[in-house]
């Protein structure tokens, strides 16, 4: 594997620096780079343990006054002892990743997380993996802490095992928590997937962090070309969530006027069946999430709950068995919405499919709010795998910030 890496990415790869590697790069020195993420091994127990001599085979000495039986005892006692000491070494955990794989991982080495008071959390090129539910946990009972963490270091987050049906998490809430890197289950669009599709369309891969969200180990103004070494770091800091950058309330309404060339859902084959609506939803911070309260189903919220129902609306033209829509001109309302961080909040429309049980979805759009334009706007909609279409919803916007 390490060999069809270093074949494949060549002058991609970054390479390990002559001086100091624990400096952190500039982006910039970055740029057009393949940073590989891996388990971090230490090379000097690597190869400590490699060298380590195997203990030799012990066999019996025999000489006259040696019986067939003795021999025959301490053959079986050195093997007892020899089966005990195998299962003693089993039961040491062997590391999984080996050191020229380890070697890749430059300026993001994947270290075990068992607490952010750690000394490798201090470490420049560490990344922590943590569950949904864990990252949930650690947010509850140390929240400054996580979120002054993930201002400096890399932090990666991933769906619980327990998604045995492929759904996902709510990244945006994990976004908020300073999280960098939010795996997803791919096999679905769901809720996750699409607030995933608003947050990095038209980027390369990354976005810059909201103002407040961003790292203070470089004073701002700075071009010098690397971060700070490891013993410049002193240790992390108590900033909140809650406090980490300026908030505004935000009025918005959404004018719906005509949908056209509506894409049916994939179960369906002909458009008689078709009973189509809307749903317009919006996706912002909660009080109680900045606030380190639990957050229900380890960050995706409940249906249920009126503080979601306040930022959902549905618009049923009615009609049947056509593609197109005529909302005439309905408005729908989102008033005086408090703490608002536009980068990591969202706008999503869904076209769904009125039926009996669950309503499949048809067509779908998901924007992130400061990419959103005033006036009369055509949305683009992509249909219920993720592929562009022809579909288009025409709307009038009117957002208003303070």
């Not at 935000?250 to 509506?262: H, K, Y």
């Not at 924007?367 to 334009?373: F, G, N, P, S």
Request: hydrophobic share 35%; aromatic share 6%; proline share 6%.
């Amino acid at each position: 594997m390490v060999q069809i890496i270093n074949s494949t990415f060549k002058n991609h790869l970054v390479s390990l620096p002559t001086t100091d590697h624990f400096s952190l790069p500039s982006p910039d020195f970055l740029r057009k780079k393949i940073l590989i993420k891996v388990k971090y091994v230490d090379p000097k127990k690597a190869v400590a343990k490699a060298e380590k001599p195997e203990a030799s085979l012990k066999v019996p000495h025999l000489s006259r006054k040696t019986s067939a039986s003795s021999v025959a005892s301490s053959a079986l006692s050195s093997s007892d002892n020899d089966t005990s000491n195998t299962k003693k070494e089993k039961k040491k955990k062997q590391p999984s990743i080996i050191p020229a794989l380890s070697a890749l991982g430059i300026y993001t080495r994947s270290y075990h997380f068992s607490s952010l008071s750690s000394p490798d959390a201090l470490v420049p090129t560490h990344v922590f993996s943590l569950s949904e539910k864990k990252l949930m946990e650690v947010h509850q009972s140390s929240g400054p802490t996580l979120f002054s963490h993930n201002k400096n270091f890399l932090m990666r987050a991933f769906p619980s095992g327990l998604r045995v049906r492929s759904d996902n998490l709510d990244p945006s809430v994990f976004w908020r928590k300073g999280v960098q890197i939010v795996a997803l289950n791919w096999q679905r669009w769901d809720e996750g997937m699409m607030l995933n599709e608003a947050m990095f369309n038209g980027s390369a891969g990354w976005v810059l962090k909201p103002e407040g969200y961003l790292g203070d180990l470089v004073p701002r103004g700075s071009r010098q070309a690397s971060g700070p070494k490891a013993g410049e770091i002193k240790g992390i800091g108590q900033e909140s969530q809650a406090d980490a950058t300026h908030r505004r309330t935000l009025s918005l309404s959404v004018t719906v006027l005509a949908a056209q060339d509506l894409p049916l859902p994939p179960e369906l084959r002909h458009a008689h069946s078709f009973h189509p609506y809307l749903k317009i939803e919006l996706h912002v911070e909660k009080p109680s999430e900045r606030d380190g309260a639990t957050i229900d189903k380890d960050g995706k919220s409940k249906d249920n709950d009126d503080e979601d129902n306040k930022y959902k609306h549905t618009l049923k033209p009615g009609g049947k068995g056509h593609t197109e829509m005529d909302f005439a001109a309905a408005r729908i309302e989102f008033k005086e919405v408090p703490g608002v961080v536009e980068e990591l909040s969202f706008l999503r429309f869904k076209v769904q499919n009125d039926e009996f049980g669950k309503d499949a979805m048809a067509a779908w759009s998901c924007i992130r709010l400061d990419r959103l334009r005033q006036g009369y706007r055509l949305i683009r909609l992509l249909d219920a795998e993720g592929k562009p279409g022809t579909g288009a919803l025409l709307v009038g916007i009117n957002k208003v910030l303070t």
